[in-house]
């Protein structure tokens, strides 16, 4: 498909366990962001990538939470021992670049977590 | 920083009426983009519009108007003769140049259309 896609699409996990969640960008845009969104926060900004620059992580809520983008696609956010503020939809998005004109981020359909 | 005000947590509307959605932005950048964005049931953030800070004319396209006001900070929606499939969550979101690049949005109105 020519949208961004991610998976899995839903991740029931217990307590304490990592997860993994992965995003596959639309095909030549090279900037990435990861977002949440949570009943209690709404649209959080997590960690956004551009080409091959070092990621801006300042909205990485804790330690637990990392992400990587290999090869400038596809990229994986994890969560290690996780809580049940975890418990959210993480939203992927991309964009052609960040110059005017190549900023409109389009999202995916996102992955639901449950932490039991 | 950067901050975006949907005061319209939701609002319910009979099909065929119109319906503004209002957008209220902070920003001390002077260059920053506008985003209005569409979530259905099924979850996926759909985009509707953007627009840069340096473009107020309002943009039409089908049912759907913008009205982009600097002066008041406002960037609203408009749903000309709403239709059932309207019925969303409406997220308004702001750019600016400073920082990650990112989206700050808003808290979302829901859209209830009644047939």
């Known amino acids: 498909g020519a949208g961004v896609s991610q998976s899995p699409s839903n991740k029931v996990t217990e307590k304490g366990k990592d997860v993994e969640l992965r995003c596959d960008p639309i095909s030549g845009h090279t900037a990435l962001y990861w977002y949440r969104q949570s009943l209690g926060q709404g649209l959080e900004f997590l960690i956004y990538?551009?080409?091959?620059?070092?990621?801006?992580k300042s909205g990485l809520p804790s330690d637990r939470f990392s992400a990587e983008r290999t090869g400038g696609s596809v990229s994986t956010l994890t969560i290690q021992r996780t809580q049940q503020e975890d418990s959210a939809v993480y939203l992927c998005?991309?964009?052609?670049?960040?110059?005017?004109?190549?900023?409109?981020?389009?999202f995916g359909p996102g992955t639901r977590l449950l932490v039991l | 920083a950067q901050k975006v005000t949907q005061a319209q947590t939701e609002i319910s509307v009979v099909e065929k009426e119109d319906v503004t959605l209002d957008c209220v932005y902070e920003t001390r950048d002077t260059t920053y983009y506008l985003f209005w964005y569409k979530q259905p049931p099924s979850g996926e953030l759909v985009f509707l519009i953007r627009r840069n800070s340096f473009d107020e004319q309002n943009e039409i396209s089908g049912r759907y108007s913008w009205n982009f006001q600097k002066s008041t900070s406002s960037f609203n929606f408009t749903i000309t003769a709403s239709q059932v499939v309207d019925s969303a969550v409406y997220f308004c979101?702001?750019?600016?140049?400073?920082?990650?690049?990112?989206?700050?949005f808003g808290t979302g109105t829901r859209l209830t259309v009644i047939p």
């Open positions: 979101a702001l750019r600016a140049l400073t920082g990650a690049n990112n989206l700050f």
């Open positions: 998005a991309s964009s052609r670049g960040v110059l005017a004109g190549q900023e409109t981020q389009y």
């Open positions: 990538f551009q080409g091959n620059s070092a990621p801006d």
